[in-house]
């Protein structure tokens, strides 16, 4: 039940944009966004539920297609700061489940000057 | 909101000694998490925790492996007869446990099994 992230690994240029994919093969009540730098706890960046779209952050969004069970996220303009591993992490199941994620395996972004 | 904490940030052990990990949650959050995580990989689910009731548990965690949340408020974990296997970061997370709930991680717990 473990998503698919795409790309493994991104390299940009201060100022550039791009764009992490997650994939799921099982029906998805919500998708989890969450960045971590390295030697760090992963930090939470926003949800996507199930017939909504939510932006967490001023430059960085994020899309959730339910029939495709795949969510994007959106880094624009983006900042030295932004460098890490971002992970998607998607629930499947509501009530006791809730809270329950499964991530994907990362993609690591690194921003130069 | 001091955060979440754990404890220890490191531990080395030999492999076969039991360890033992301590994760105190934020103080409002009634949902408690363990996950895994090794080099190169995202967090992989361990067990949870609804107050002090342990809702769900992976089959990948083995019979070594057992958790306990008393009183609803600090967790612990603890690996019997560790193997270099268990060698990763044991992260701890909390969260509301309702829609739009994020969770919180600590900074974790490193185990390296020698």
């Known amino acids: 039940q473990q998503p698919v992230q795409s790309p493994q690994a991104v390299i940009l240029r201060e100022g550039e944009d791009a764009v992490i994919n997650c994939s799921s093969s099982?029906?998805?009540?919500?998708v989890h966004w969450y960045r971590q730098k390295h030697g760090e706890a992963p930090v939470f960046l926003m949800i996507?539920?199930?017939?909504?779209e939510q932006k967490g952050h001023e430059k960085i969004s994020a899309s959730f297609n339910e029939k495709k069970q795949q969510s994007s996220l959106y880094l624009t303009a983006s900042q030295l700061s932004y460098s890490g591993t971002y992970f998607c992490?998607?629930?499947?199941?509501?009530?006791?489940?809730?809270?329950?994620?499964?991530f994907g395996r990362g993609t690591q972004l690194t921003v130069w000057p | 909101d001091t955060g979440v904490s754990q404890d220890p940030r490191h531990k080395i052990t030999k492999r076969g000694q039991n360890v033992t990990f301590r994760c105190d949650p934020i103080?409002?959050?009634?949902?408690l998490y363990w996950y895994r995580q090794t080099l190169g990989q995202g967090p992989e689910f361990l067990t949870y925790f609804q107050n002090e009731a342990q809702l769900e548990k992976s089959r990948l965690l083995s019979d070594r492996f057992s958790a306990e949340r008393p009183k609803g408020s600090f967790s612990t974990l603890e690996i019997q007869r560790t193997e270099q296997g268990d060698s990763a970061m044991y992260l701890c997370?909390?969260?509301?446990?309702?829609?739009?709930?994020?969770?919180?991680f600590g900074n974790g717990t490193r185990l390296t099994v020698t």
């Open positions: 992490g998607t629930e499947v199941g509501r009530g006791s489940t809730l809270g329950r994620l499964y």
């Open positions: 099982k029906a998805l009540y919500s």
């Open positions: 103080s409002e959050h009634n949902r």
């Open positions: 997370a909390s969260s509301f446990g309702q829609e739009n709930s994020p969770l919180h």
């Open positions: 996507l539920l199930k017939g909504g």
